[in-house]
């Protein structure tokens, strides 16, 4: 694909991610409350809900997608669900680091709830659905500009993704007294919160 095309898709993606929504308010809740490692599985999850949609798009697929809006009504209420449940967890958490230390069973859950919170989010649904075919000549693609963009919806989203969970990362270990993070804790659930209300009631 040529490069003024592909060019535009990286800054119409980028555009799309670095705008917060609840994608990067579950991210930064994540990290503010676990450290950065724990908002890793958060970030896997959505990259991975990012590239069902992508498929979706580049395989024409969209109308299906339409068609089963119900199930993905389901799937926004349960990440929503759940990330009310981390919500909580952070906000009843005793203050320190190694209360919020992910096991591995809560990582897959994570992950889920990512991958949950994307395939319900409507800012993803409108970019892949509505704004890349805009964006992208469908019609003209092969392995190669399959290849291209999935690279550039991964590594963005990735680079994305990592810097606003270091970015919470970071803010959580200049706070290093119990009361801080105490006050932390109920930030990242209070924000874990917010991103179930935006999954919930975003259209």
Known sequence: MDIFTLTAFTIAYLIALVVPGPGVAAIVARALGGGFKSAMPMVFGILAGDLV??????????????????????????????LLYIAWKFWSAKPGSE?????????????????????????????YLAILPTVVPLAEMNPLAFAELTAIVVICLLIVGCAYAWLASAARE???SEKALGRLNKTAGAMMAGAAGLVVFQH
């Not at 969209?62 to 759940?82: C, K």
């Open 174 to 176: 200049m706070f290093r």
């Open 53 to 82: 949609y992508f498929l979706f798009a580049v395989f024409g697929l969209a109308a299906i997608a339409t068609y089963f809006s119900p199930v993905f009504v389901i799937v926004r209420w349960a990440g929503a669900a759940y």
């Open 99 to 127: 209360q919020m230390k992910p096991k591995s069973e809560d990582a897959l859950k994570t992950f889920l709830a990512g991958f949950s919170l994307t395939m319900g989010n409507p800012k993803t649904i409108v970019f």
